[in-house]
């Protein structure tokens, strides 16, 4: 009974695995490290440093491990770098999935669980929006991921599996302990960002947009802790070994905050100012995106422990201020520069 985690040492990934952890689960990861750290893997869990398109070598994980389950977070997660080149994101998010499938079927595993995104639906008509709503992704990284949700369908239907997906509104935080969190460099996110300038190592946050017809001009996010969608990946689990059928599920808390709201509170928890500009707007954004979560909150025994953008906030920033001391705050980073 393993639980394979692709892209087990990234972000959200290495949340999960802890989780799975946690609660006695067998895990093994296969991530190839383009954006994860082998650092944030709990000591024992078997790590496959490759890709999780590799057929080769997810076949013999599933065989070696005896894989029972597949909860596939590898992946690309960036808005405006899959406009920039949309073809990395069709093969990352896209094809990956496709040879991962193949592998999973020739496999017998008969569970998946897959990390999506708010971003399939683009502009909602309607907010909060719910999961029948229509998908028009602006984005080649929604288009991408909502091509494999029409994919990991089809073949579900013919190779007798069940999925859930998952679709993802903001995720942000990190562990409550701050044992993991978000260490990529380069980070484009919201609340990563926000907390690198209150931690000194970013002179000012540009925010993008500020003439939507929005109360604050800026754009509106539901912002999820990655500790409590953890917590929604281990109940889709519980689902489907339940016999659940697959089914697709928003992922967020059904509350909306500004991108202005959001970096006031960044400043509040970290008591420093942080200098704002205001920039054009980013191409490919949505401008309100806010969950309507009636499905999950009725399907799944999941009950969000983290449901306040202060407790994300907090955690971010506790997580921030370790990793940055941990690197050797800004002396270091003035020599490798
Ligand atoms: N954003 C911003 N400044 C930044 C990073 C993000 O104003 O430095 C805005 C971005 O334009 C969007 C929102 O914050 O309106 C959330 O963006 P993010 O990249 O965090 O997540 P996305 O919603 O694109 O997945």
Aim: proline share 5%; with cysteine.
């Amino acid at each position: 009974m393993t639980v394979l985690v692709t892209g087990g040492a990234g972000y959200i990934g290495s949340h999960m695995v802890l989780a799975l952890a946690e609660a006695g689960e067998s895990v093994v990861v296969i991530d190839n490290l383009s954006t994860g750290f082998s650092a944030m893997l709990p000591e024992g869990v078997p790590l496959f440093i490759g890709d999780a398109g590799d057929e080769n070598l997810v076949e013999g994980v599933i065989s070696q491990h005896k894989v029972e389950s597949i909860i596939h977070f590898a992946g690309s997660v960036v808005v405006p770098e899959s406009m920039r080149d949309p073809l990395g994101y069709y093969r990352n998010n896209t094809m990956v999935t496709q040879s991962l499938l193949r592998a999973a079927v020739k496999g017998g595993v008969n569970r998946f669980i897959f990390s999506s995104t708010a971003a399939v639906y683009g502009n909602p008509d309607q907010v909060p929006v719910p999961e029948t709503a229509p998908t028009r992704p602006l984005s080649p990284y929604g288009a991408s991921k909502l091509m494999t949700e029409i994919m990991l369908h089809d073949v579900a239907s013919a190779h007798g599996m069940n999925y859930v997906v998952l679709r993802y509104f903001n995720v942000a935080g990190a562990d409550p302990e701050a044992r993991i969190g978000l260490a990529t460099v380069g980070a484009t996110h919201l609340l990563k960002i926000a907390v690198e300038a209150a931690t000194g190592q970013r002179a000012k946050i540009d925010v993008f947009g500020t003439d939507y017809p929005t109360p604050d001009g800026s754009c509106i996010r539901d912002f999820i802790h990655v500790s409590d969608l953890a917590q929604a990946h281990r109940a889709a689990l519980s689902y489907l070994r339940a016999g659940g059928s697959s089914v697709t599920l928003n992922c967020g808390y059904g509350r909306g905050y500004s991108v202005l709201e959001t970096v006031e509170t960044v400043k509040r928890i970290a008591m420093r100012n942080i200098p704002v500009q205001y920039a054009p707007r980013r191409p490919g954004d949505v401008m309100t995106m806010v969950a309507d979560t009636s499905r999950i909150r009725g399907l799944l025994d999941w009950t969000p422990k983290y449901d306040d953008l202060e407790t994300i906030a907090t955690h971010a920033l506790a997580w921030e201020e370790k990793l940055f001391r941990e690197r050797g705050g800004l002396a270091q980073q003035a020599e490798s520069a």
